[in-house]
């Protein structure tokens, strides 16, 4: 089921939250385990068959972490072996079920045939979960797992509010925070998850899904053989960038404010990356804890491997002697690699592939960028406060091209729009704007047959949401004196502060009735799909 549903806010959210206070009493044991019961339920709810398809997954998982904890120390060749088998497994099971017919399309590509593909039920929120699972399996192997049982375990892999779609957590900051719940009503607690949740009701109910009709007949369009012009284009880009900004930033609010409803705090995800004055900022934004996992098991590992192979081959390594051969095998390869990951693993298809290889070598260049800068700009003081508006713009600018690329349905499609937004497919506007401004038609722009009004109304769209998105003080910062997500201190809090009290709470109550007023046409979160 959706958060923004009417079944979840007025009959499942409700029972699971005052039976979990109630089972509370009995303890927390009692508590926990009635937790697990609901998020399994959660999980069911659209498919039975989706619990049918990754229990197995889950107790393997949990038979293998319990035998990694066992030989790691006695016997690490064969506590090595097993974490090989069990990233394996885990890699494979997402590959059948998300992967497998994109790669018999490919062979069959290049075979030049035509197979059969079978419709395969993709079960819920697997991406997600498969990395958690693999990051569960090497936490335990590393020693900073050390005792879990297969309740804590499922609670752990179950947990419904970051289930579907992140944040990806790590066992070791949940289960202490389980293990200490009380269990029982916090008015806090409560204040502050239905703060969160409200909030990302509104941006998900209102804000997203207020563009997303103007941006998703233009990809249709597209995809269909159309060619935008210039305006459609960037509506477009601008268009679904900001809808996906504020579908996900919804999200992670939501996600967070239910699981402090609970009690538990959950990591950050999201901290106003179009904010963000270099792509590698960005990504210390944008899905926060999905750069995490890349970062700690694909990135790092692979980093430190290399340039211990270096070093034995006496070449240089990173650093203020690094020379081309050490950036391009140290920084350039392993870069490109985990963003190809990263691309992959949002979809089975080739434009997610290029978009990640796109983010990749945009992040290469931003690295290479700041090898050089010293060079050439020596303040780096100065540097900074000239190049932070440069910066910033050309960041927007590259996260919305390559934005392009992930929403589009094939790389054709993704070409048409690039090609109306650098102009090559004409400018024009309809009929009704070129009535009142003849003047245009000099400069070039043609008339159309499209609504002014739609044209406009998508124009006043993206310009509030880009006010919203770069003026106003994220959710994050307002709680920060209440801790919203792991790692967020009153040191973070920029501009107002979130108090309860009666102004606070009669905003919220307007945010949180339109949100629940937008229900009546129900759609899906978009990262829910990866």
Known sequence: MLFNSYVFLCGFLPVVLASFFLCGRLGRDAALLWLIGASAVFYAWWRPLNVVLIAPSILINFVLARALLRYREAQPRAAQALLIGGICFNVCFLGYFKYRNFFLGVAGDVAGIHPVLTHLILPLGISFITFQKIAFLIDVQAGRVTRFSLRDYALFVLFFPQLVAGPIVHYREMMPQFHAARCRFNGQDVAVGITLFCAGLFKKGVLADGIAVYVSPIYAAAAGGGHPAFIDGWIAAIGYTLQIYFDFSGYTDMALGLARLFGIVLPPNFDSPLRATSIIDFWLRWHISLTRFLTAYIYNPLTLTLTRRRLAQGKRALGRNADLSAFVTLLAFPTMLTMAVSGFWHGAGYTFLIW???????????????????????????????????????????????????????AASAWRIWQGMSGTNGVSLP??????????????????????????????????????????????????????????????????????GAAWAIGLGVVGAIGFLSLGQLSEFLYWQF
């Open 356 to 410: 990640g290889l796109m983010h990749g070598a945009f992040i290469t260049l931003n690295h290479g960028w700041r090898f050089v800068r010293p060079r050439i700009f020596p303040n780096t003081a100065a540097y900074e406060r000239v190049s932070a508006p440069f910066g910033f713009a050309l960041t927007f600018a590259a996260v919305v091209v390559a934005m392009v690329m992930f929403r589009a349905e094939t």
């Open 431 to 500: 009929r009704a704007i070129m009535a009142h401004a003849p003047w245009l038609a000099s400069l070039g722009v043609q008339a159309d047959f499209a609504g002014g009004k739609t044209v406009l109304m998508a124009l006043a769209w993206i310009a509030v949401l880009l006010a919203i998105a770069w003026g106003s003080p994220n959710t994050m910062r307002l709680l920060a004196d209440y801790g919203p997500a792991l790692g967020i201190r009153p040191k973070d809090r920029r501009g107002p502060a979130w108090r309860p």
